[in-house]
């Protein structure tokens, strides 16, 4: 399941591309049941759709989808910053490694892995919160949103900006300051990710 999932977030397969069970099976070497079970599991989380007589695709998401995900992201932060700021208080060793190598990414103007790395940041976060169901509804909701996809709107000129816009984040979580890395992420999100400007 995860390589058919890393393929749609890196868009190797696109939206609208049909994925043809035995095909995969075939390119895996593996038989076609886990490949049955693996597209069911990826219907479930809204990332393909399977139509009668049409097959199985990799589902469009609509610019309202979009932004209403990126929406609940910024909530789903803001409170996850809050919680995760006591326990980050002079312990950002991860979060300043991750950042590290985002930003080597965006030197290379490497999107792909600029994505995968930034996403890991945030996840680091959520993760800091020590909130289990927090973690679990924030990472449904990035996958909604195709966060890994939706870095390359920003085009590979901004992400040194990008990237740098998210040190002041671990700053204010070095200090224990939730509210702080709370406006931060949401400021964030605001700028590049919302398909709308505010």
């Known amino acids: 399941m995860q390589i058919l999932l890393d393929r749609i ?23 076609q049941s886990p490949v049955r079970e693996a597209l069911r599991y990826l219907e479930a ?45 002079d312990n950002v060793a991860a979060l300043e490694a991750e950042a590290a190598l985002f930003m080597k990414a965006a030197e290379d103007k490497d999107a792909k892995n600029y994505a995968h790395h930034d996403i890991e940041f945030h996840r680091i976060i959520m993760a800091g919160s020590k909130n289990s169901l927090l973690l679990s ?25 990008f990237g740098t816009a998210h040190l002041p984040v671990i700053d204010a979580l070095r200090q224990g300051d939730g509210k702080t890395a709370a406006k931060l992420l949401r400021d964030l999100i605001h700028k590049f990710h919302f398909l709308k400007t505010e």
Do not use: M
């Open 137 to 161: 509804i924030w990472e449904s909701v990035v996958l909604e949103s195709r966060f890994r996809l939706t870095v390359k709107r920003v085009g590979e000129e901004q992400l040194c900006e």
């Open 45 to 89: 989380l809204r990332v393909v759709e399977t139509e009668t007589y049409k097959g199985t695709r990799v589902r469009s998401i609509s610019p309202q989808e979009l932004e209403e995900s990126s929406q609940v992201r910024v909530a789903l932060e803001e409170l996850g910053a809050q919680l995760a700021a006591p326990n980050f208080k």
């Open 9 to 31: 977030l890196d868009g190797t397969y696109k939206p609208g591309d049909r994925l043809i069970e035995l095909q995969i099976a075939h390119e895996l070497n593996i038989s």
